[in-house]
């Protein structure tokens, strides 16, 4: 038995439109048809099983459907095209905003039924979504975070209405890269210390770790260590969370005994808690977590001759804090190092004289010993922490 011929239908999908309104034909056959004929306004020659028609007066469309069985009867609709149109006007087309959140509105005027939709994700439609005839439609507009202005629509009762808000002036692009100074940085048992962030850009928060500052969420922190303690702060703005920068507190040391130097050139191995104060002659002084160990500190100060500061090989210095002309070391194993009247000394690293390393290797200015520690020499009152944990390299 052979292929039957396709039957067919034909479906508009808006039967009756305003004028200037579409309208989509679709012809549906069965069995399937290979190829169709249509006629009927600019539907005429159109070959597939659709047709989008925009007619100004009521039309009629017809197929027919052809496969291998032959072709079938011609199906028909008709597009009723409304003279009655729908009018409508808003009170304004544009509106323009601040960067922070804020609201608006726009009047309606309209002969039909109409809707309200936003396109951009930070422009909400509040009131007014749909309506009939006159109305309002209120909306809100959500704050702009970033530098640049940006422009959003909605469409209402068949309009374009656009919003265009202002960006941020002076907006924050990079995460917060902060410095964190304490006050005094060395202290008396029983006096406070004051640590400060400096965050640039600015911080909005501050996430602190050590002693007593953990937990606080300001720029400052006001501690009384009753030993050395490191101190950090990490700043987050909205770009993101910075680096942490850290500071140590030292108590002052109570000098036990206090070493003095001859008229020549002398040796020092400073040891825990004694002051050492060299004489007239070119003075070196050894510093080595050997001889330097636990909670005890040594103290130097030497004004006369050309001295110079040697730091062992290997020695690990956990935090360093750097005055006008003082500067105290920490050492990975507790003992401190205080150094009066700093920029009066040569320092060199790496140079173990114990071990048969040669002391002219290298001779550093105070300043330059402060930036190799990742420090400066300050111009006010408020110390310069240096790196955590650095390791003295091998000359």
Do not use: H
């Not at 072709?71 to 009018?87: D, E």
């Amino acid at each position: 038995m052979g292929l039957d011929a396709p039957v067919c239908t034909l479906l508009a999908n808006q039967s009756a439109i305003i004028s200037g309104g579409s309208s989509t034909l679709t012809a549906t056959c069965t069995p399937a048809a290979t190829s169709y004929t249509w006629t009927g306004g600019t539907c005429a020659g159109t070959t597939g099983t659709f047709c989008i028609v925009t007619p100004t007066v009521t039309t009629t469309y017809t197929v027919k459907g052809t496969n291998a069985g032959g072709t079938g009867a011609a199906a028909s609709a008709t597009v009723t095209v409304n003279t009655n149109t729908c009018n409508s006007t808003l009170g304004a087309s544009s509106a323009s905003a601040g960067a922070a959140a804020s609201t608006g509105s726009v009047s309606v005027a309209s002969t039909c039924a109409w809707t309200a939709t936003s396109t951009a994700n930070w422009i909400s439609i509040t009131a007014g979504a749909s309506g009939s005839g006159n109305g309002l439609v209120s909306y809100s507009v959500a704050a702009n975070t970033g530098a640049a202005a940006r422009t959003g629509t909605m469409t209402i009762a068949g309009q374009t209405y656009t919003v265009t808000q202002a960006g941020v002036t002076g907006s924050v692009t990079a995460t917060p890269v902060c410095i964190l100074s304490a006050n005094p940085a060395i202290i008396n048992a029983g006096s406070s210390s004051t640590m400060t962030s400096n965050c640039t850009p600015a911080a909005t928060s501050y996430t602190w770790t050590g002693g007593t500052c953990a937990g606080t969420t300001g720029a400052t922190c006001t501690v009384t260590p009753s030993a050395a303690t490191s101190y950090t702060v990490t700043g987050v703005n909205t770009v993101g969370t910075g680096n942490t920068a850290s500071a140590t507190v030292s108590i002052a040391s109570n000098v036990s005994s206090t070493v003095p130097g001859t008229q020549g050139n002398d040796f020092f191995l400073p040891s825990g808690n004694n002051a050492y104060y060299g004489g007239a002659g070119n003075d070196t002084y050894i510093i080595s977590p050997y001889t330097l160990s636990g909670a005890v500190a040594a103290k130097i100060v030497d004004n006369e001759g050309t001295n110079v500061i040697q730091l062992v090989n290997g020695m690990t210095i956990a935090s360093s804090s750097f005055f006008n002309n003082a500067v105290q070391l920490m050492l990975s194993n507790g003992a401190i190092v205080q150094v009066l009247g700093a920029s009066n000394f040569i320092y060199q690293l790496g140079v173990n004289v114990l071990a048969g390393g040669t002391a002219t290797a290298n001779n550093l200015s105070y300043a330059q010993f402060a930036a190799a520690l990742g420090a400066s020499v300050p111009v006010g009152a408020v110390a310069v922490s240096g790196s955590a944990n650095f390791v003295v390299p091998s000359n």
